[in-house]
């Protein structure tokens, strides 16, 4: 009779207890830097949390071709690939919508699902025009010097690569499913967004100084488009050439880009956050 009472008493108080969500939470560690005018100045580092709904997070994944036109390009994706995706596996099983953007690859995943995914995707009415195109910048970067030169089209090898489109797609170590999406066009993955009510984008994949920034998803878009956008800053790269302005290895021209990205466009995270390991780095940097 004891033991009936006390189970009974147990009950009665776990019965009034309210049932804690299942819905799971994102919480990302991210930094930018107070802007003080000029691109060159020393501005202060701000960390702060973001805490974000899984379900409302998709994160794009830039141009991570099978070979580059830039053999040392090629062997950094390579190297990255393996981190990435072990970043997006985690990630999806989140919950996070993964979207697969390998420009000027399209014809070579014609049958894939992942590219009908993108395809059938009901039209938004809300497109903001400007994502049918290359963005150049933003106002925030009004008057700013970039702050590495580029002109040359940034490979650092010796002799210098030439220049082609030898990519046809994804490197193959980063796994693409069935549930995930495949496009590199800026109406087509802003409808996607739109369908999975997601208003939280972090963008990963390469390069930082051309791609990730300009590209019709990419991040100067997807931030004036009123998206809560992120930078995953360990995995990414730049084609920037050590030998040109302002003459420092191409790991640091890559952390400069970072700190003019936190500076002048969007916060930035590590992933980290997904995996518990440590920051991703490229072995001779």
């Known amino acids: 009779m004891i033991v009936q009472l006390v189970l ?14 299942s819905e799971k939470s994102l919480t990302l560690r991210t930094r930018h830097r107070l802007s003080g005018g000029s691109s060159q100045e020393k501005t202060e580092m701000v960390q702060s949390d973001k805490n974000w709904n899984p379900a409302q997070t998709a994160i794009i994944i830039c141009d991570m071709w099978n070979q580059h036109w830039c053999q040392g390009a090629t062997r950094r994706v390579s190297e990255m690939a393996p981190a990435m995706n072990e970043f ?31 395809q059938i995707a009901p039209l938004a009415e809300d497109f903001p025009r400007f994502m049918e195109k290359w963005c150049e910048k933003i106002d925030s970067e009004d008057q700013q010097q970039w702050p590495i030169d580029q002109s040359d089209g940034g490979c650092d090898d010796q002799p210098q690569c030439e220049q082609r489109q030898p990519w046809t797609h994804q490197i193959e170590s980063i796994v693409i499913r069935n549930n995930d999406i495949i496009s590199d066009d800026g ?4 409808n996607v967004l739109q369908q999975h009510q997601i208003k939280n984008v972090v963008l990963a994949g390469v ?32 084609m920037y050439n050590s030998r040109k302005r302002p ?4 790991f640091e021209g890559t ?31």
């Open 8 to 21: 009974g008493l147990f009950l009665f108080f776990i019965g009034s207890v309210p049932a804690m969500s």
């Open 88 to 118: 997006i596996v985690l990630a999806r099983d989140l919950g996070v919508l993964i979207i697969h953007a390998p420009s000027g690859c399209m014809a070579f995943y014609e049958n894939h699902p992942a590219r009908k995914n993108a």
């Open 187 to 190: 109406r087509e993955i802003w």
């Open 207 to 238: 390069h930082l100084n051309m791609c990730v920034l300009g590209r019709p998803f990419g991040l100067r878009n997807l931030k004036q488009a009123g998206l809560d956008a992120v930078l995953c800053r360990d995995l990414t790269d730049t």
């Open 247 to 250: 003459y420092v290895s191409h």
């Open 255 to 285: 952390r400069r880009m970072i700190d003019y990205v936190e500076k002048f466009v969007c916060p930035t995270m590590v992933s980290t956050d997904f995996t518990g390991k440590p920051a991703f780095h490229f072995a001779v940097d």
